[in-house]
């Protein structure tokens, strides 16, 4: 065994790379201000920048006129301001943009252009000149720029179907042919240091949003763009492809989802899901019933460092909208009534709560039983209630609860427990969110099981009509960043659960490494049996910022499943033994269509799209302490 030490947070959280930049934890209480700079959301990268790039808050001229012109309404004082927390990382092309001539028009016509610019670069922490100018990918011509009408996209996949698995006459691609897979084309982010958004395809074309809120629809054979999108800020969710409407559906790091037409990017609705200025879409919506279900999940986790902060207030939710209009039609709450006082810290702040439950997954739409599934995070503060780290079910055309589990009890956690203040709740963790989506996995004799995958390390399966714990199985260890991150997948009642399980996780628990699970496993949907485990290959030996393990969704085809490591390895394995079928090392650089060399990094968050014979996935997950990247990646076997 070992202790527990690196000091990182789970990945419900926003701030763990900040908090390693800041150096160690000390267990002194920290200062407002000192409190403030370790929530700053920092990457990787920017612990590696030049002096030349960085800029110093204490005396960055935009601070004092970010202090007289915008802290009033971004730290707290309007209702759907994002707050500071966001604005940290945004690039700062798209700060000086919005004060320009986007939705900051207005607030930004007092400043001037000079000021504009040193905002941006107080909140980025980065010279705005650092930041290299982009270079666009090649734009169709001819033939290209076609959309095929008669190619509508298949209701598979987050958005549709979260069981993340490719048919074959969808994927094209036989196992037989995985061994010989090679990279046709590669595009770099611009600006980026981590690439977050499930790529979808349809109509002949694929789509994939970026960290500068770019969306891009791509040929897939060639890599040329039919065009692009940008909107307010990063994209991390999947791109929802709807073959009725033929419009694309997304959320992004300001809470704002989206409606666009497939054909020519153009933005037919946005909304601002929830007024918390912490309120973020990190799942993906879903499609199902007519609606569209919009999961909320909340970065005020960090707020709590900051000893002056009353925390908290912010509460998880599935939003369902009307596809057409954007318009809200019902809003499910994690916790149902506000938070109310629940007494002072020892330095005299208000606690508020239950608080939390953020949902970071995508909802699981039932038309069986016309029903919306999906799990929850932690609660925030104290005190620690039922509906923390639980999976629900609720009316699909109403919004009603109809039953909720809690998996497990007691967990109300925040950042101030990281640094040793009073702000931290007295349940003290231990930050076991339901993370990715649940499955709903048809089993033996017309029946159904609702697997679902949790930060403890367990794989859990309920009775989808009652939520009755029908089995649990332990896969891993768990922990902050442990256990079941982003996203399982299934083929038929086999279920493949990926582990992070990383030995250094920022808690005070001791770690046993005779029960890590790093890597791959295969279970029976039905009684949780295991059928398989592959143990994630050790491959980082000196490398910075390198951990092995699966944080990202995973894809399956028959026979095949494809997962991104942490280490930047993207590995095929067979779907029946475990073994691994081919792998590459996604972190080397490589030649892209623009020209530039790019590489990627740590694999996290979004899978693979497998579609006629090509293999598309995004690496580099700049946050975290994990390896920054920018690389869209296409594979397929030669001709």
Known sequence: MQRIGRGLAGLSLAIAAAVIGAGAVTGQPVSESEALEKTRIKSTEDFQAKDSDAVDAATAPGRAVFVEHCAVCHEGGVPKAPSTTFLAMMPGDAIVSALTSGVMKAQGAALSTTQRVEVAEYLTRRRLSSESRPVPPPVCKGPQLAFDAGDAPRPIGWGHDNRRFVPGDIARLPAAAVPRLQLKWAFAFPGALRARSQPSYGWATMFVGSQDGTVYAFDLDSGCTKWTQRVSAEVRTAIVTDAATKRLYFGDLLGRAYALDVFTGKILWSEKIDDHPDATITGTPTLGGGLLYVPVSSLEVAQAADPK??????????????????????????????????????????????????????????????????????????????????????????????????????????????????????????????????????????????????????????????????????LGHGGTQGGVHFGMAAEGPRVYVPINDMPDTGDARVYDASIRGSGLHAIDAATGTVLWNARAPEACTDRKFCDTGVSAAITAIPGVVFAGHLDGMFRAYDGTTGKILWQTDTTQPVRTITGIEGHGGSMSGPGALVVDGHVVVNSGYGMYSHMAGNLLMVFAPPQ
């Open 309 to 474: 902060y009353a925390c908290c207030t912010f509460r998880g939710s599935v939003v369902a909208l009307d596809p057409a209009t954007g318009a809200v039609r019902w809003r499910t709450y994690t916790v149902p009534q506000p938070p109310t006082e629940h007494g002072r810290t020892a330095d005299g702040t208000l606690i508020l709560g239950p608080s939390g439950a953020p949902v970071w997954n995508s909802p699981t739409y039932d038309a069986k039983a016309g029903r919306v599934y999906f799990g929850s995070g932690e609660n925030y503060s104290s005190p620690a209630d039922d509906n923390s780290d639980a999976v629900f079910a609720v009316d699909a055309k109403t919004g009603k609860r109809l039953w909720h589990t809690q998996l497990t009890k007691g967990d109300a956690w925040n950042v101030g427990c990281m640094l040793a203040v009073d702000s931290c709740p007295k349940e003290k963790g231990p930050d076991y969110d339901v993370a990715a989506s649940t499955l709903l996995i048809p089993i033996a004799d017309g029946g159904r099981m609702l697997v679902v995958g949790q930060k403890s390390g367990e794989a859990w399966g309920l009775d989808p009509d009652s939520g009755r714990i029908v089995w649990k199985r332990q």
